[in-house]
T-cell receptor, first 113, second 114 residues
Framework: QKEVEQNSGPLSVPEGAIASLNCTYS??????FFWYRQYSGKSPELIMF????GDKEDGRFTAQLNKASQYVSLLIRDSQPSDSATYLC?????????????FGAGTILRVKS | DTEVTQTPKHLVMGMTNKKSLKCEQH?????MYWYKQKAKKPPELMFV???????INESVPSRFSPECPNSSLLNLHLHALQPEDSALYLC?????????????FGPGTRLTVL
């Protein structure tokens, strides 16, 4: 089982719709979770982080965390063509030598106008 | 200033060359990271520096040699690389090297090894 799993997509949604991106992780002790957006040829950009169970909203983005189910999701409301990118879920995993940020493979999102 | 900068943007080198990648942040962060990202793959951690000391080396070959001259600067020295080392090299920084610390990435250096 991979440490962080995402559906690679592509996920296609029409402009104005809600895009729902999902991520599961294997380490039950993980405590911090991040969503990065990466445009083609660019570096990852942090768009959301969440540490507690429940929802966290920031503008059009909502991150949801369910530690019991080891599940993190990102909702993008009113999707725009400019949201088309790869979305990387990242989980901070504890190792004996320190914490390590591990990324999922990423989900490609395409927003069609 | 909330930016991580990296130079150069692009680098082409032969297998016998020695080159260095540079990273700088002025956010007062005390943890800095090097990642390697191959096409259509996620970033993979290479090194972590915490308070200017190397704290994590993810079993990276010795042809990659990191250096942290001060709390704002991070270098990656390259020597005798192989073509399979061609990738996007990303620098990141965070307030501390702990679980509750968001990492911010620089724009990356796209490296091609001939």
């Amino acid at each position: 089982q991979k440490e962080v799993e995402q559906n690679s997509g592509p996920l296609s949604v029409p402009e104005g719709a809600i895009a729902s991106l999902n991520c599961t992780y294997s380490d039950r002790g993980s405590q911090s979770f991040f969503w990065y957006r990466q445009y083609s040829g660019k570096s990852p950009e942090l768009i959301m982080f969440i540490y507690s169970n429940g929802d966290k909203e920031d503008g059009r983005f909502t991150a949801q965390l369910n530690k019991a189910s080891q599940y993190v999701s990102l909702l993008i409301r009113d999707s725009q063509p400019s949201d088309s990118a790869t979305y990387l879920c990242a989980v901070n995993l504890k190792r004996e030598y320190g914490n390590k940020l591990v990324f999922g493979a990423g989900t490609i999102l395409r927003v069609k106008s | 200033d909330t930016e991580v900068t990296q130079t150069p943007k692009h680098l082409v080198m032969g297998m016998t060359n020695k080159k260095s990648l540079k990273c700088e942040q002025h956010m007062g962060h005390r943890a800095m990271y090097w990642y390697k990202q191959k096409a259509k793959k996620p970033p993979e951690l290479m090194f972590v520096y915490s308070y200017e000391k190397l704290s994590i080396n993810e079993s990276v070959p010795s042809r990659f040699s990191p250096e942290c001259p001060n709390s704002s600067l991070l270098n990656l020295h390259l020597h005798a690389l192989q073509p399979e080392d061609s990738a996007l090299y990303l620098c990141a920084s965070s307030h501390l090297a702990g679980g509750y610390n968001e990492q911010f990435f620089g724009p990356g250096t796209r490296l091609t090894v001939l």
